[in-house]
């Protein structure tokens, strides 16, 4: 099983899906990173865009995520259901994980291709904008303001 950023491991070694709960309440309550939820993905990029091969890949990825998203947070570990829900979980983050690998050792070129990783980072992780309001680090705030941006300009 490959480790992922979807779990976190508490004090006791006990799996816990990463803050299961506001995952889903954050998702609604991310700004311009809804578009990213409600439906409203990149342009489809040209066949000839250097990016096009990017663009697929954050897709894949974002079909992931949204089938991460769809499994049991409240199922109660270490019964049946919960055992069911974090073995769902490895399986589509071991799945996620060449995604990610071939995305990150891409540079985007294009715009869309900028956006579309803006997108996907968005998507994986919906903290990021409670982690980027004003009382955060500096490096959440930039980041989040970053992808809002990005997204933002994309959907104008």
């Excluded at 589509?92 to 985007?108: G, K, S, W």
């Excluded at 997108?119 to 500096?138: M, N, Q, V």
């Amino acid at each position: 099983m490959t480790e992922h950023t979807h779990t976190t491991t508490s004090p006791t070694d006990e799996r816990h899906p990463r803050n299961a709960t506001s995952r889903r309440s954050l998702l609604a309550a991310a700004g311009p990173a809804a578009l990213v939820l409600g439906g409203a993905a990149a342009a489809a990029p040209a066949v000839s865009s250097p990016d096009a091969e990017l663009i697929a890949l954050c897709a894949q990825l974002d079909a992931l995520e949204h089938e991460f998203l769809a499994t049991d947070f409240d199922a109660i570990p270490n019964t049946p259901a919960g055992d069911h829900a974090e073995a769902e979980q490895d399986r589509i983050a071991d799945a996620q994980a060449p995604i990610v690998n071939a995305i990150c050792a891409r540079l985007p070129v294009t715009h869309e291709g900028v956006v579309s990783v803006a997108r996907s980072l968005a998507l994986a992780d919906a903290d990021l904008f409670r982690r980027g309001g004003p009382d955060g680090y500096p490096n959440d705030r930039l980041i989040a303001a970053l992808v809002r941006g990005l997204i933002g300009r994309a959907a104008a």
